[in-house]
């Protein structure tokens, strides 16, 4: 049994609770525990760390702490939480002052040592796509998908470690093992406007629509993330977007514990596709995966 | 007793900046044996070396310390300046107090001082131990070798050669010509490099002083300045001296598996090839390992063919060993690999290339017979964005230095696409221009203004693939632009770096290279083509990033070099060598089992009346001075003359004792 | 670390070739570095003696350098593989006759390397100044 | 030319102080404006980050903490990324904000502070992130009810995306242990940041 700590993070018990449902059954079914962390408290988003470097440190250091106490790597599906996490870690080992103030306020000392990973890696990486090939009930013939990883998985370069800062590949090898084609695009760590999206909403209404634009344009029929943020830019400003481009956009935007589900042989519901806003169901239904 | 003089130097406010040097030269009065002790501005110039001299007959002085700067500086100066006044040269020593003082602690004068006085009394106390040695000679063969047969090399040798000595120009490819063979025309003049060039390898080729040694390498490498044994590979050419350069070989050759290294491998060529038509020897090479026959037993199609029978599958490798009596190194230079930049693209967009390989597109001789097309799909080009400084100025990549070309080869190129192509554009992406030359700025002046060559000051941050062109995001600093380019065609101004193997290289001559693997000059202003090692000189790209123009006055100020050590008779050597005294020799061999020089000979000799033993004595033209056998000998019969047991114990218990200055 | 370091005593024992031009490039890069080694030239640190080495410290030197080219670019070959092998030994027994192994240290520094020269003899004299100051 | 660079008008130490608070090395940075090409907001920034930095460098104090440009930054490191200097910008854009925000400077952008304040009282008073009241407040702070809530607001609340009571943490010793944190927090930053920036 494989066995992680699990940080969801606050969108994943609301805004993206489609997200956590699909990613906790397709953990379940290929025996990754998820071990959420107890109590946990937000990461700081992308507010605590323009605010105060203190406070960015502090909140993920509470969950990794718990973490490496339990001796365990430390994982979040939201690229946002995971980015606050592992630079919470970078920045504690590089600041050494920092650290001394977060140890103070928390009581508790930190040895930097335990992993932090982002999902994705978790599953693709240390799990491994060979043993989710191996699990497989069904394959995804004939979808064309464009996987968008954002800027927070990746960047910066320390938090990707084997994978190409500028054109990873993790995602796209899930998708072709899944037996889906992944297409070839260069948008793929663009930003989508992120932590704008109440704020700036122009923003994000023109980096997304960037975003879906080229996905739309390399062929794409579906977008495949592994954020909450980008996934909430990406659908459902979608209709906005398609509006202000003055172009019938509808691509659907699956998380990618999601499209897993779906070769897993999960249905419609069991994996929430109901919630999204742009339908999948069509697509799917043509594709002959629903 | 001695009668030692002190000159203590302010060499302007270099020293006298930090050090007090009166209160050096004073503390220096006190000391024993010192019999005068004074400073001055500048000691190494000549009023400086008078007063040395002036002092040396007043005061009767037999032994010199110059407090000034590094020995490796000026210890041969004021060597000759103590020989001028009639004392032995061996009798001077330098307390360094400039590179190891004023320049090192100048945020504490005070403790600059202290050490100064310090390293002056060291000095002292080790020149008071010192002995008069007399001059050695050895040596010279008078042969030259050059190693590598680019530009730089060539022009060595033809220099060389041209002063009346013998040269061997060892090229590990299978033709002379190096980089500059690939160029299409040169900056600033626009001529072109292959009708510039090929006049030279010819003449190298046939001058009857010079022997061109292709497709070899040097393997092994000892002895010392005028006396160099050299162990080079012949690597097995398959084609033997029969070989009359017909050519029907390659043509008839069935095997195109292998990409041409001089086309940068926008093409493919045959498993037996020249590199180029017009190379020097125009003898071709099997390329072993895309021969069809040595992959799979079958074709000999080349022997069938050859009028003269000159292929020879059974060549081996073969070993030489040669004396040199100097060596000149032109081993010249790779360009930046730019998979390292994930942004461009990790290498793998083919419409993204390097300026060698737009060299080679743009050379009628090239590939594409001069025509630019993509690589991709051999479309002609209508934009054309060139990138500056692409592995080069950038700490991120570890390559923070300049490359020093890439600017004008750029400016060279964008103007060259006009000038083939009047209905392109050119954008070049630039951070600053150097263009430090004569006629240089000008040049890129043209550029811009007669060509049209749009410059944009910024650093592209990506290049995206989309349909079929390239997006080339950049900015234009001096406006506040974001840009934007669709591009066909991304030229990079990939920068310079040290040839692949360059640091092993380096240790078969135990050359230093700095951090990057350039090897490194003697003294960066006054000794550039020298190195630490006498003897070995270099030329070329394999020092520094540069251009023609200056690869070749360096190649030309390493054959004068070579010819002037060639011009002695005999070669002056420091007698600072070891010596046995055999009377406390216990005849244990350890010296003669260090030694890396076998400058040690085991001997049965009487050393008392009447006694016979077996002691070691050293062949004093063969002992360089390293001193191994002195450390190693445990009856401590070894000493090293220079550098005696006496006179370091004096410095190590003069610096450790307390300064008595008041 | 501060460069002012009262009433410390280092004995540096540099290679003509790599180490002394090293500390040379040092002072044409204008590093700074603490005043209290005092360089000894010799040749090669294959003519290193130990009996050098113990005559510092008996003579009260607080701590001892030697430094020479890397292994493999020694200007005579090989020599500084000698040194190489003997360093360990020599530390050992010196630590055996009570001499602390923070007082006594070899590095490698070539010609080019003025930047490490500074660090090292940083390294170095902190490492004598807290044997001295701390035990 | 917008401004005049005259001795009075910089700020001694203006660049020292970002340099300390971030710890990057902003005298570093040689102007190649890899950063300004690459930023996917810069085309709605009143200075391009390179600009930033060279001012920045300058001292020019007043400009750069009048611009939008550190409000527009949305972290997304790709300058980081790709600088050839190595220079943390992002990095550097947080530390603007935050010395913003300590009052030292005055804002230009007072939308996204607002936003942050509510975000962070949300963290402090329960754990975690509340939304509906979130967006309730932020809006009706930024004097802009209605933004946002027709119609992505309303279908968010259809869908059953936006919870209508807030995610406590369970133990209330947890909650007091957490205004605890925040306050040892706001007392260390004060400290930091304003030891640093005299
Ligand atoms: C794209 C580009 C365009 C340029 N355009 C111009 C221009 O227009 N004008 C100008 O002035 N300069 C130009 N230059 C610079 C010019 O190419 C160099 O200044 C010049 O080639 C340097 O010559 P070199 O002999 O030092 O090195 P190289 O030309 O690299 O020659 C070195 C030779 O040594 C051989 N060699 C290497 N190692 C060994 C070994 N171990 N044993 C034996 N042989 C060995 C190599 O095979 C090679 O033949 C340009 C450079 C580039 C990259
Ligand atoms: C302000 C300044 C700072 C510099 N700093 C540096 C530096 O830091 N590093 C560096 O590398 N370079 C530096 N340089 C460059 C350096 O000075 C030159 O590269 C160098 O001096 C050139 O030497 P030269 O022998 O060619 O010319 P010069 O030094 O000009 O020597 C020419 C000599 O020829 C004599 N002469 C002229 N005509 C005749 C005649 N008809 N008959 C007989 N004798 C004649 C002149 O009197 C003079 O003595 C600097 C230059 C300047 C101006
Ligand atoms: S002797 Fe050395 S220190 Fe004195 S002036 Fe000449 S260069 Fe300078
Ligand atoms: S034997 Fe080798 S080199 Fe000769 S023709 Fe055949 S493939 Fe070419
Ligand atoms: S090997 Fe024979 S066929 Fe080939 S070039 Fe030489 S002579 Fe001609
Ligand atoms: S020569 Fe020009 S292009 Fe080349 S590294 Fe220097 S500045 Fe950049
Ligand atoms: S090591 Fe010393 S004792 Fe032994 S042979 Fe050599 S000189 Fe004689
Ligand atoms: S000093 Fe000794 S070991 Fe070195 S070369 Fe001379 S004899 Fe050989
Ligand atoms: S990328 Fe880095 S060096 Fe270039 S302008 Fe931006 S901050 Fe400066
Ligand atoms: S981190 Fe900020 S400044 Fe940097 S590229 Fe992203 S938005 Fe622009």
């Given at each position: 049994m494989f066995k992680v700590a699990y940080f969801?993070?606050?969108?994943?018990?609301?805004?993206a609770k489609e997200y956590d449902v699909a990613t906790r059954l397709v953990c379940e079914d290929l025996e990754i525990e998820l071990v959420e962390v107890p109590e946990w408290v937000c990461c700081g988003a992308t507010t605590a760390h323009i605010t105060s470097e203190l406070t960015a440190a502090v909140l993920p250091a509470r969950s990794l702490i718990w973490a490496e106490k339990h001796n365990m790597t430390i994982t979040s599906p939201c690229s946002a939480c995971f980015s606050r996490l592992k630079m919470a870690q970078l920045n504690l080992e590089k600041y050494p002052g920092l650290k001394k103030e977060a140890e103070e306020i928390l009581g508790e000392t930190y040895s930097g040592k335990g992993e932090v990973l982002h999902l994705t890696r978790v599953m693709l990486e240390r799990y491994g796509v060979d043993n989710i090939k191996a699990k497989l009930k069904k394959q995804l013939k004939g979808l064309k998908i464009a996987c968008y990883y954002g800027?927070?998985?990746?960047?910066?370069?320390e938090v990707c470690e084997n994978d190409r800062v500028e054109d990873p590949m993790l995602m796209d090898n899930l998708v072709s093992a899944l037996g889906a084609q992944a297409v070839k695009w260069s948008y793929k760590t663009e930003c989508c406007g992120a932590a704008f999206s109440l704020t700036k909403t122009e923003i994000v209404r023109k980096l997304s629509g960037d975003i879906l634009k080229e996905a739309k344009a390399s062929g794409a029929e579906l977008i495949m993330v592994a954020c909450p943020l980008c996934h909430s830019n990406l659908d459902a400003r979608q209709p906005e977007i398609s509006k202000l481009l003055k172009a019938e956009l509808n691509i659907p935007v699956l998380y990618f514990t999601q499209v897993i589900g779906l070769a897993l042989g999960y249905g419609y519901l069991d994996l929430m596709l109901n919630k999204h806003f742009i339908d999948p169901a069509p697509l799917l239904k043509a594709k002959g995966i629903l | 007793m001695a009668r030692i003089g002190v000159f203590v130097c302010h060499c302007g406010t270099n020293i006298a900046g930090v050090v007090d040097v009166t209160r050096v030269a004073k503390y220096a009065g006190s000391l024993p044996g010192v019999k005068v002790a004074v400073d001055y501005k500048?000691?190494?110039s000549d009023p400086g070396q008078n007063t040395i001299i002036d002092a040396i007959k007043k005061y009767g002085l037999d032994r010199l310390v110059v407090s000034a700067c590094s020995p490796r500086m000026h210890e041969a100066t004021f060597r000759r300046t103590a020989e001028r006044a009639g004392i032995n040269p061996y009798m001077v020593e330098m307390a360094n107090i400039r590179e190891h003082v004023a320049w090192v602690h100048s945020d504490d004068k005070e403790l600059a001082t202290q050490k100064a006085m310090k390293l002056m009394e060291m000095a002292v106390a080790k020149v008071r131990r010192s002995e008069a040695l007399s001059k050695m000679f050895a040596p010279i063969e008078k042969r030259a070798l050059v190693i590598g047969g680019g530009i730089a090399g060539i022009q060595a040798a033809l220099d060389i050669a041209g002063a009346g000595y013998k040269v061997l120009l060892v090229e590990k490819e299978p033709s002379i010509g190096g980089r500059m063979a690939q160029l299409d025309k040169t900056f600033p003049t626009l001529d072109c490099s292959a009708c510039i060039l090929t006049p030279k390898m010819v003449a190298a080729a046939q001058d009857p002083n010079i022997t061109l040694l292709t497709y070899a390498e040097v393997t092994e490498v000892c002895g010392f300045v005028g006396q160099f044994e050299v162990k080079i590979k012949k690597k097995a050419k398959s084609v033997n001296s029969k070989c009359i350069g017909c050519g029907v070989c390659t043509t008839k050759c069935p095997s195109k598996k292998a990409l041409s290294e001089f086309d940068e491998k926008l093409a493919p060529r045959k498993a037996i090839y020249t590199p180029f038509p017009q190379a020097v020897p125009n003898v071709p090479v099997i390329d072993r390992t895309a021969c069809t026959f040595f992959l799979t037993g079958k074709c000999k199609i080349c022997e069938k063919v050859c009028p003269t029978g000159a292929i020879d599958y059974t060549q081996q490798d073969e070993f030489i060993k040669e004396k040199f009596g100097a060596v000149v190194v032109a081993t010249g230079f790779d360009i930046y690999d730019h998979s390292n930049y994930g942004e461009y693209g990790y290498g793998e967009i083919k419409d993204v290339i390097t300026g060698l390989q737009f060299e080679r597109l743009i050379s009628s001789t090239g590939p594409t017979a001069g025509h630019v097309t993509r690589p991709s799909d051999h479309r002609e080009v209508k934009n054309v964005v060139f990138i500056q400084c692409v592995g080069s100025r950038d700490e991120a990549k570890k390559r923070p230095y300049c490359s020093r070309v890439c600017c004008m080869y750029t400016a060279k190129q964008a103007m060259l696409l006009k000038d083939h192509y009047p209905e392109t554009q050119a954008y070049v992406f630039y951070i600053?221009?150097?263009?430090?030359?004569?006629?240089y700025e000008e040049f890129v002046q043209r550029a811009q203004n007669e060509y049209g060559v749009l410059y944009l000051r910024g650093r592209v941050s990506k290049i995206y693939e989309r349909a079929n062109k390239l997006l080339v995001k950049g900015a234009d600093t001096l406006s506040g632009a974001q840009v934007e380019i669709e591009a066909d065609l991304v030229v990079l101004a990939n920068g310079f770096e040290p040839k692949k193997g360059a640091k092993e290289f380096a240790q078969l001559f135990h050359m230093s290279s700095d951090q990057y693997g350039f090897y490194n000059e003697l003294h960066p202003k006054l000794a550039p083509v020298e190195t630490a090692i006498s003897g070995v000189f270099v030329a070329g790209c394999c020092q520094s990033p540069k251009d023609i123009p200056d690869t070749v006055a360096m190649a030309s100020a390493t054959a004068a070099k070579v010819c002037a050590l060639f011009a002695k008779e005999k070669l002056e050597v420091e007698p600072l060598i070891a010596g046995v005294n055999q009377l406390t020799c216990s005849g244990c061999e350890t010296c003669y089992n260090v030694c890396p020089y076998s400058a040690i000979e085991m001997k049965d000799k009487e050393v008392k009346r009447g006694e016979v033993r077996h002691v070691a004595e050293v062949l004093e033209s063969v002992c360089k001075g390293c001193g191994a056998c002195v450390g190693a000998c445990y009856s401590k019969a070894v000493d090293l003359k220079g550098f005696t047991d006496r006179q370091v114990l004096d410095q190590v218990e003069t610096a450790t004792a307390p300064i008595t200055d008041n | 670390m501060d460069n002012k370091v009262p009433q410390l005593n280092i004995v540096g024992f540099l290679c003509n070739w790599c180490s002394y031009a090293g500390a040379d490039m040092t002072g044409l890069g204008r590093n700074t570095y603490p005043s209290n080694i005092k360089v000894i030239r010799i040749p090669c640190t294959g003519r290193m003696d130990p009996m050098m080495i113990i005559e510092a410290f008996h003579n009260g030197a607080d701590g001892v350098l030697v430094s020479g080219c890397h292994p493999g670019d020694c200007h005579y070959t090989e020599g500084n593989y000698y040194w190489r092998r003997r360093y360990p030994h020599l530390k050992s027994l010196l630590e055996h006759f009570g001499i602390d192994k923070r007082r006594f240290h070899a590095s490698w520094v070539s010609a080019s390397e003025g930047k490490k020269f500074a660090e090292v003899v940083k390294k170095v004299t902190a490492e004598v100044k807290d044997w001295r100051d701390n035990g | 030319m917008k401004y005049e660079l005259q001795l009075k008008n910089i700020k001694e130490g203006f660049r020292k102080d970002v340099e300390n608070l971030s710890q990057q090395k902003i005298s570093n940075c040689y102007q190649c404006g890899k950063c300004s090409a690459g930023c996917p907001v810069a085309y709605a920034m009143d200075y391009p980050p390179s600009m930033i930095m060279r001012m920045i460098q300058l001292g020019m104090h007043d400009p750069v903490m009048s611009s939008n440009t550190s409000w527009y930054c949305v972290s997304c490191e790709t300058c980081t990324t790709r600088c050839p200097r190595e220079i943390d910008i992002a990095k550097v854009m947080d530390t603007l904000k935050i010395m913003a925000q300590a009052g030292k400077y005055k804002l230009s952008e007072n939308e996204i502070p607002i936003f942050d304040w509510i975000f962070l009282k949300s963290i402090e008073l329960?754990?975690?992130?509340?939304e509906l009241g979130m967006i309730g407040a932020y809006n009706l702070l930024s004097l802009n009810p209605f933004k946002d809530v027709y119609p992505m607001g309303l279908k968010m609340i259809l869908k059953g995306k936006i919870g209508f009571i807030p995610h406590l943490i369970y133990n209330p010793f947890e909650v007091i242990k957490n205004i605890r944190m925040f306050n040892a927090i706001r007392k260390k930053d004060r400290e930091r940041i304003y030891e640093k920036n005299v």
């Open positions: 969801p993070g606050c969108s994943l018990s609301s805004t800027c927070l998985m990746t960047r910066p370069a | 500048f000691m190494c600053d221009i150097r263009s430090a030359g004569k006629n | - | 329960t754990g975690k992130i509340y």
